[in-house]
């Protein structure tokens, strides 16, 4: 499996740009695509579900040219859009079986299936109520396994974990573990710490454009020995942020206590050097630059 994305360009309007000659190639396994809002990861994620059309740019998936031939990734996608809508008069199990219905999955194995992902996303003990009773976790849950009834190989999450509580998350990320050995898995958030630990890679958007790409530790290395924690004076912030990139502040009764990312080969005085993160890199690639 690969989709392999060349230039693509999306132009809404003559103010509004979804993405900018934004390229990419996307293998096997669970790629985070993280980026503050706006950044275009919808737009991304709706032109590779063949739901918006890019104005300049190509998709290949394992070679083949997704615009002229759109039903080969159809047929074995798997989508969960940011603003996914139900059926609040369906249970879960009359929900899933008309998406099934929709994809053209059927046979004697469906109603086994259906029990399986109503079990992976925890819905069992639910799913002969309307899903209009359903709170928005549970909503969220059925979106996730709708996406996996046809055994999908090429699977979008767009911002998939919004209203999943912590054990939600857990047991996202094992079902998504189990899909991600044979196929594609796409997981949007503006949330680093939902990305961290499901994706295998990690892709870095900001203004439509791909910032970065890479395995997480490798991302996290780009500014190795270059985060510090110090405590200085209220009145010496402003002078701080124009010499380092300040990545958070604690304001405390005397002192402002801050983490900040220094290029300066010479420390301030009383810094120490702390252990970089994913946070840390997210925010020094998309907050102002110095
Ligand atoms: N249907 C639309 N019409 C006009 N502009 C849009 C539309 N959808 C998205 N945009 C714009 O495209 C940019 C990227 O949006 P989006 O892909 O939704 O970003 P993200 O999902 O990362 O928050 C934003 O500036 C947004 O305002
Ligand atoms: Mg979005």
């Known amino acids: 499996m690969t989709l392999e994305i060349k230039n693509l360009t999306k132009q809404y309007n003559q103010q509004k740009t979804g993405l900018s000659d934004f390229s990419i190639t996307i293998d096997k396994g669970v790629l985070g695509l993280l980026g503050p809002n706006g950044a275009g990861k919808s737009t991304l994620m709706k032109i590779i579900a063949t739901i918006s059309k890019p104005t300049r740019g190509t998709l290949f998936l394992n070679g083949e040219d997704i615009a002229k031939n759109p039903d080969s990734?159809?047929?074995i996608l798997g989508y969960l859009p940011q603003d996914f809508g139900v059926y609040p008069n369906l249970n879960a199990y009359e929900f899933l079986e008309y998406i099934a219905a929709m994809?053209?999955?059927?046979?004697?194995?469906?109603?086994?299936?259906?029990?399986?992902?109503?079990?992976?996303?925890?819905?069992t003990a639910d799913a002969r109520r309307p899903i209009g009773s359903y709170s928005g976790g549970m909503k969220q849950r059925i979106g996730i396994a709708q996406t996996l009834l046809n055994?999908?190989?090429v699977l979008i999450f767009d911002e998939p974990t919004v209203g999943l509580d912590p054990e939600e998350r857990v047991r996202f990320r094992d079902l998504i573990s189990e899909m991600?050995?044979?196929?594609?898995?796409?997981?949007?958030?503006?949330i680093v710490?939902?990305?961290e630990t499901i994706a295998d890679e990690v892709a870095i958007m900001k203004s439509g454009k791909l910032i970065d790409k890479a395995i997480p530790s490798a991302i996290i290395g780009r500014i190795e020995n270059r985060v510090f924690e110090t405590t200085i004076a209220h009145t010496d912030l402003e002078a701080f942020k124009a010499r380092h990139q300040v990545i958070n502040t604690s304001r405390q009764a005397e002192k402002t206590q801050l983490r900040y990312i220094s290029n300066a080969t010479e420390m301030e005085a009383g810094a120490r050097n702390v252990t970089?993160?994913?946070?840390d890199?997210?925010?020094?690639?998309?907050?102002n630059q110095h």
């Open 73 to 75: 990734i159809r047929k």
């Open 103 to 123: 994809k053209g999955v059927g046979g004697p194995g469906l109603r086994k299936r259906i029990d399986m992902l109503l079990d992976g996303v925890n819905l």
């Open 151 to 153: 055994d999908p190989k």
């Open 180 to 190: 991600a050995s044979e196929a594609i898995v796409i997981l949007s958030s503006h």
């Open 193 to 195: 710490s939902d990305i």
């Open 276 to 279: 970089a993160g994913l946070e």
């Open 281 to 287: 890199v997210y925010l020094f690639l998309t907050q």
